[in-house]
Nanobody
Framework: QLQLVESGGGSVQAGGSLRLSCSAS????????MKWYRQAPGLEREFVSS???????SYADSVNGRFTVSRDNAKNTAYLQMNSLKPEDTAMYYC???????????WGQGTQVTVSS
């Protein structure tokens, strides 16, 4: 089955940067939109960004201009470059594949991002 492994989270000070990675393995035939979500303690999971297989991107207003999503289809890996981080960006970040093929839909395990002021 398709598996997603996230990495790159950590702790930074406000204004710093982090790059998250989400590597997919398993079903190599899968075609999907890669989406990033985040969830802060006590809050609902929220959409952050997405990128289609042909590179079309979308961002939440709260991160637009600071975050950049990309993907390397040859490596089956997506990235979320996060710059100018703010304390309110602190959350668990998840990647998710969204596909018309049911078996290609999957959530990553999450990676923690903590931004201190």
């Amino acid at each position: 089955q398709l598996q997603l492994v996230e990495s790159g989270g950590g702790s930074v000070q406000a204004g710093g940067s982090l790059r998250l990675s989400c590597s997919a393995s398993g079903y190599t035939y899968c075609r999907y939109i890669m989406k990033w979500y985040r969830q802060a303690p006590g809050l609902e999971r929220e959409f952050v960004s997405s990128i289609s297989s042909d590179g079309r991107t979308s961002y939440a207003d709260s991160v637009n201009g600071r975050f950049t999503v990309s993907r390397d289809n040859a490596k089956n890996t997506a990235y979320l470059q996060m710059n100018s981080l703010k304390p309110e960006d602190t959350a668990m970040y998840y990647c998710k594949t969204e596909s018309s093929t049911w078996s290609c839909n999957r959530w990553g395990q999450g990676t923690q991002v903590t931004v201190s002021s």
